[in-house]
């Protein structure tokens, strides 16, 4: 059974670098078949993809969040990472980590299974 | 990209059947056979209820369905029982940098 588990502060200040990691267990993220996402929610409002990487190492992200976004894969941990850089109150929301299904390499929109998710507050 | 648009709230008895839609454009729900469905309760991760449209994984009941028409996919829940009370989510690929583009959700009420 895959299991995903987040893990990072809960509390991060505004300007600052919001960095959560995924353990992911009972699957390999180096096996292929899959891409490891990280999708969020505001508090009281719908998801927000925010990105996913392959097991080869390629990312992609979510225009809007591009610039600030970064994700990055640990293969010896089998986990993967999540850094928000320049964090405002806006990013405040319940980040989760997620498996994706790929077929031949393509992202097939199949988000399952999900991490419990964490809570990341921003506020000085 | 704009989010998938839904009713923000759908209701139905126990028994009864309910179908929540999900309407997005060519780019996306229209353009691709991803289209993936998640049921929330409060304070929960999503779950995967639906995927590429109209599969349903393992364990999932077949009281939940799926169909797409045009620009439009369409979650079917039969036989409506009190723990399908919560939010439901689509998803889909979208063939341009986002990739991956969300509805608002609507809440479901079993009454």
């Known amino acids: 059974q895959v299991q995903l588990q987040e893990s990072g502060p809960g509390l991060v200040k505004p300007s600052q670098t919001l960095s959560l990691t995924c353990t992911v267990s009972g699957a390999s993220i180096s096996g292929g078949g899959y891409y490891w996402s990280w999708i969020r929610q505001h508090p009281g409002k719908g998801l927000e993809w925010i990105g996913y990487?392959?097991?080869?190492?390629?990312?992609y992200y979510n225009q809007s969040l591009k610039s600030r976004s970064t994700i990055s894969l640990d293969r010896y941990k089998n986990q993967f990472s999540l850094n928000l850089t320049s964090v405002t109150a806006a990013d405040t929301a319940v980040y989760y980590c997620?498996?994706?299904?790929?077929?031949?390499?393509?992202?097939?929109?199949?988000?399952?299974?999900w991490g419990q998710g964490t809570l990341v507050t921003v506020s000085s | 990209q704009s989010a998938l648009t839904q009713p923000p709230s759908a209701s139905g008895s126990p028994g009864q059947s309910v179908t929540i839609s999900c309407t997005g454009s060519s780019s996306d729900v229209g353009g691709y056979d991803y289209v993936s469905w998640y049921q929330q309760h409060p304070g929960k991760a999503p779950k995967l209820m639906i995927y590429e449209v109209s599969a349903r994984p393992s364990g999932v009941p077949d009281r939940f369905s799926g169909s797409k028409s045009g620009n439009t996919a369409s979650l079917t829940i039969s036989g409506l029982q009190t723990e399908d009370e919560a939010d439901y989510y689509c998803s889909s690929y979208v063939g341009s940098n986002n990739f991956v583009v969300f509805g608002g959700g609507t809440k479901l009420t079993v009454l």
């Open positions: 997620v498996r994706e299904k790929a077929i031949f390499g393509v992202a097939t929109n199949c988000f399952d299974p």
């Open positions: 990487i392959y097991y080869n190492g390629n990312t």
